[in-house]
Antibody, heavy 119, light 110 residues
Framework: EVQLVQSGAEVKKPGESLKISCKGS????????IAWVRQMPGKGLEWMGI????????RYSPSFRGQVTISADKSVRTAYLQWSSLKASDTAVYYC????????????WGQGTLVTVSS | QTVVTQEPSFSVSPGGTVTLTCGLS?????????PSWYQQTPGQAPRTLIY???TRSSGVPDRFSGSILGNKAALTITGAQADDESDYYC??????????FGGGTKLTVL
């Protein structure tokens, strides 16, 4: 069974750094793209970017490029989303999702990680 | 910048049929964009319903169907049930690994 298990909820202050994770199991982690999706409180889903763990080829939405960093460590089957300096507007639930083998839809989802940024 | 458009809200009576649509701010949605649909209830992760325009994901009831209607992708729910009350999102694959979400449609069943 394919599973994506995300790290737990975080509460941070503005200006702090953060790295959240998404661990895959039940499939060959290296061979499937992993996307990150943001959902701000009461709002819709937004595609942030995607990474291919085999070679760390990464694509970003223009809205998120430079604001976050997506990375992956195939040796531990884990993808990451990180911020160097959080803002209150980063408060959201973040989902990881595995893209299908043919690459055109999100086949499996993590449970989500709530990030709260507040002074 | 391309925007994916969805109706903000829709309502359907129990047992009724509803069609939600997914368009592009510039141009038409075709099968080449591999439209997919996701259902999300409050506090839950999205669930994949339909991919590649009209293929149901594993375990999705056949009352959910996908199609292209005119210049938009469409999700039709036939015989709506109370637990279909959810937010529905379409995703358009733009190529080069990039996907775009629509703003979502809040479906009420009453």
């Amino acid at each position: 069974e394919v599973q994506l298990v995300q790290s737990g909820a975080e509460v941070k202050k503005p200006g702090e750094s953060l790295k959240i994770s998404c661990k895959g199991s039940g499939y060959t982690f290296s061979f499937y793209w992993i996307a990150w999706v943001r959902q701000m409180p009461g709002k819709g889903l937004e595609w942030m970017g995607i990474i291919y763990p085999t070679d760390s080829d990464t694509r970003y939405s223009p809205s998120f490029r430079g604001q976050v960093t997506i990375s992956a460590d195939k040796s531990v089957r884990t993808a990451y989303l990180q911020w160097s300096s959080l803002k209150a507007s980063d408060t959201a639930v973040y989902y990881c999702a595995r893209r299908s083998a043919d690459g055109n839809f999100f086949e499996n989802w993590g449970q989500g990680t709530l990030v709260t940024v507040s002074s | 910048q391309t925007v994916v458009t969805q109706e903000p809200s829709f309502s359907v009576s129990p047992g009724g049929t509803v069609t939600l649509t997914c368009g592009l701010s510039s141009g038409s949605v075709s099968t080449s964009y591999y439209p997919s649909w996701y259902q999300q209830t409050p506090g839950q992760a999205p669930r994949t319903l339909i991919y590649s325009t009209n293929t149901r994901s594993s375990g999705v009831p056949d009352r959910f169907s996908g199609s292209i209607l005119g210049n938009k992708a469409a999700l039709t729910i036939t015989g709506a049930q109370a637990d279909d009350e959810s937010d529905y999102y379409c995703v358009i694959y733009m190529g080069s690994g990039i996907s775009l979400f629509g703003g979502g449609t809040k479906l009420t069943v009453l």
